[in-house]
């Protein structure tokens, strides 16, 4: 090839190297997988540490989404920091479902937390795992998953104290927590959870800087 159609190329083209380099490798190597198992049980054992002060209360149990939001926000950008990899986060979300449905939680928040991995997970590959605000937001739908447990009390309480109970809560427990819910305390959690997670990924920010 004459150096002129190689000019002619790069002229069309001037891009298209870098543009190959950029793209998101879909490819989960063995030290992915293990760097994300790793991550994983890091950020199911800080979601638990996070919310058990607040689980063993009846009324206290609805702060538990917005602390879990805010102290898993720093694991969460260093698994995607670690492994910029289509599906790590789906993986994450399958995980965190997984150890929910076994230690007898709404099977609602299981579902969440796979479905909103995959969607979360799609979010952060836009900006290739390196954009700050699409990994913020992507962050912000993931910690959303638990709030389609407690969103249960207004919408069918039957079925969330019969299924609950049916787990193992207490009785007089589940009546305290229902006998709490009010219209405000909704909007005060989706609210909370929104501002801990978004504030959450800010000290993110701060320790992988």
């Not at 979010?123 to 993931?142: H, M």
């Amino acid at each position: 090839m004459s150096t002129e159609t190689r000019n002619e190329d790069v002229r069309e083209n001037p891009h298209g190297s870098s543009s190959r380099q950029k793209s998101v490798s879909t490819r989960l190597g063995t030290r992915d997988l293990i760097t994300l198992g790793v991550y994983s049980v890091l950020y199911i054992v800080v979601m638990f540490i996070a919310g058990m002060p607040f689980a063993f209360s009846p009324v206290l149990t609805y702060a538990l989404p917005v602390s879990a939001a805010f102290f898993c926000a720093p694991v969460y950008l260093l698994l995607v920091a670690k492994v910029p990899r289509r599906g790590a986060v789906a993986i994450l979300g399958a995980v965190v479902g997984l150890v929910l449905f076994v230690t007898g939680m709404f099977w609602l928040w299981a579902v969440a937390a796979l479905v909103l991995g995959v969607a979360a997970g799609e979010i952060a590959a836009l900006g290739r795992f390196r954009s700050p605000g699409l990994n913020t937001v992507s962050y912000v739908v993931l910690a959303l998953a638990p709030l389609a447990s407690y969103v249960m009390v207004w919408i069918n309480q039957q079925s969330y104290r019969a299924y609950l109970v049916g787990k193992g809560t207490d009785d007089s427990y589940m009546n305290t927590m229902i006998a709490a819910a009010n219209q405000w305390l909704l909007v005060a959690i989706v609210v909370g959870t929104l501002l801990a997670a978004w504030l959450g990924t800010l000290l993110g920010r701060r320790m992988l800087a």
